[in-house]
């Protein structure tokens, strides 16, 4: 659980900073999610998770409302959560994410005063990883 706890720092100043999530991290993630969900024998479902999360991530992608490495980071992380509680980690990925928009908002467009073609985008990998981390920390106990 610790190494999932760094990777998901990791992931978070990488999105802060380049607002890039690299593969390799997505990939850190998926593994030690599928070793968390084969221990607590949901893999199967958890399977399931990924697969509805990358699809409906793809979507966004396609319509430019979501980068291609959130959605592969959102999805590494489903792997550790059974079904029944995959709404709960998307639900917890959007109040962080909508927190994450306010204070983007009012540090570039109030504060710094930034023009939306000037908008550095919101690295909502953070939300994406508080927002999974929680159920998956719920799981583990």
């Known amino acids: 659980m610790a190494t999932l706890l760094i990777i998901i720092l990791i992931v978070a100043i990488f999105d802060i900073r380049y607002r890039k999530i690299p593969n ?31 699809l409906g991530s793809m979507v966004l992608f396609n319509f430019n409302i979501m980068g291609a ?40 467009r109030l504060i710094l005063r930034n023009k939306i073609k000037q908008d550095p985008g919101l690295p909502y990998g953070v939300a994406i990883g508080l927002g999974f981390f929680i159920p998956i920390l719920m799981n583990a106990s």
């Open 24 to 54: 390799i991290l997505c990939l850190l993630t998926a593994i030690c999610c599928l070793i968390v969900s084969y221990q607590h024998h949901y893999l199967a479902s958890s399977l399931l998770n990924s697969s509805v999360v990358l």
């Open 69 to 108: 490495g959130d959605g592969k980071f959102a999805a590494a992380l489903a792997l550790a959560i059974p079904w029944q509680q995959l709404n709960i980690a998307l639900f917890l990925t959007a109040i962080v994410g909508g927190v994450l928009a306010i204070i983007y908002f009012i540090k570039y």
